[in-house]
């Protein structure tokens, strides 16, 4: 899964799968946790409560994860760490996270694997670029808004209404 598709199943996976959870799961809670903190750190503004709020969240969040797992911290969870007191330096970490740039990487990384030469292989990448920016710009298309879903899930016209608010958020 892309990084941004793993963030929508997260901010989603409660309604897709919480009512098939028993009461007082402690998988499902340390789940509900990780959303949480995820909420948080998705979140349009800052304030000193909402990175107190979210320092103390991690903690218990990493905490239940050795108590649950029997398992060390991975790196990733000191990153984590740093969040809390990033938000107040910086602003909303929305803002300044890699997933744009992950996403302009992607078709370059899709382009690299059609190309069979492997000469110059950044040189061609930068070829085709070049000639998709020319296009874009002699046929006047600009960037498109291109989500689509399928017919098949229309009944659901609700949930997908909440899944494309969450994904815009
Ligand atoms: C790749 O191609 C460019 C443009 O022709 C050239 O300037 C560059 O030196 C080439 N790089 C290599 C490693 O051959």
Known sequence: MSASELKNLIL?????????????????????????????????????????????LIQQHQLSYMELFKQHLKPKFHILTHYPSLMIKVGPLKKIMTLRYESKHRSLKLLANVISSRINITYSLAIRHQLDMASRLILNNGFENDISFSKRHSANSDFIAYCKEVAEK
């Open 12 to 56: 989603c996976f409660g309604l897709l799968f919480g009512h098939l959870v028993p009461e007082g799961n402690k998988h499902w809670s340390f789940f509900l946790s990780l959303r949480k903190i995820v909420d948080m750190i998705l979140s349009d503004f800052v304030s000193t409560k909402l990175s107190e709020d979210l320092a103390m």
